[in-house]
């Protein structure tokens, strides 16, 4: 699993690096596909990728790679929170909706003339890191790249939706997990979202179980325990902290909620991952 060192803003990575289990990552990643196949599941939506195929990724993503060929390769460039934000500076706030709808370009000749030449630009660049303009020359690429990447999708895709759905469920669906992502440390509850969304607990499990096939509850399970498990892994907060954090009454009503859900206390999945 990638793991952006401390005070590091760019790493160029091989999709080896991605475990084959659901990650939850914490930060922005551009996937460049160079042979064979495989497919990505990101949140909850599933991607085919084969060579020249391009996908962005951002922070609070779960990731997964499933019938993976034996020729598969891919490059990966992955950057920090940090270094997204300052990118995102003046890029309109749909640019980013519009990309976290449809991830993926496989076109030829943008693929060549565009995607190609980032690379190799943030290859030098990360190469002469000892720049002291380096992390503003990285986001002005990425402004770059985001911007042309959104143009070529509401270009070339612009009526991008899922034909089983409405727009007013996707939307929704969008909302529940923009509202989860900024407040999984506030409540476990679904009323509790379903109430920040104006509509009953019934509801939006109809939405989210026509979307993923699981129950609210469980889609707030996961994610809670995929943020909770990169904490474990990264941090050296203790359990106590953990459990005021994530609203638990206290440590043990936490050890048992992720136990539950993992087979492992918190202790023991943090010495596990060292």
């Given amino acids: 699993m990638i793991d952006i060192e401390k005070g590091a803003s760019i790493g160029f990575y091989t999709m080896e690096d991605f475990a084959d289990s659901p990650q939850l990552i914490d930060y922005g990643a551009i996937l460049f596909c160079r042979g064979g196949s495989a497919e990505l599941h990101v949140s909850f939506d599933s991607w085919h990728i084969q060579q ?3 996908i962005t990724l951002f922070p609070n993503d779960i990731i997964r790679l499933s019938h993976v060929s034996s020729d598969f390769k891919a490059e990966v460039v992955a950057y920090s929170a940090d ?26 000749i943008v693929v060549k003339e565009v995607v190609d030449s980032v690379f190799r630009l943030l290859r030098f660049y990360y190469s002469e890191g000892d720049s002291k303009f380096f992390n503003t020359i990285i986001a002005l690429q990425l402004k770059t790249f985001f911007i042309g990447f959104n143009n070529f999708v509401k270009r070339e895709k612009p009526a991008i939706a899922f034909k089983e759905q409405t727009q ?14 900024n407040n999984y440390k506030e409540s476990h509850e679904v009323s509790y979202y ?38 474990l892994r990264t941090s050296h ?14 440590v043990s009503f936490f ?14 999945y943090r010495k596990a991952q060292k």
């Fill in 52 to 54: 020249g195929c391009v």
């Fill in 237 to 250: 907060i203790t359990i106590k902290q953990l459990a005021a954090d994530f609203h638990f009454s206290d």
């Fill in 83 to 108: 270094i997204l934000r300052e990118a995102s500076l003046q890029i309109e706030e749909s640019i980013y909706h519009a990309m976290r709808s449809d991830r993926m370009v496989k076109n030829e």
């Fill in 255 to 268: 050890t048992r909620y992720f136990k539950s859900h993992t087979g492992m206390t918190p202790q023991q």
């Fill in 168 to 181: 007013r469920t996707n939307e929704l669906f969008n909302r529940f997990m923009e509202l989860l992502e």
């Fill in 194 to 231: 379903a109430n920040l969304l104006c509509i009953s607990p019934k509801y939006l499990g109809i939405i989210v179980g026509r979307r993923t096939g699981h129950s609210t509850k469980t889609i707030i399970s996961e994610y809670i325990i995929l943020q909770i498990k990169l904490l």
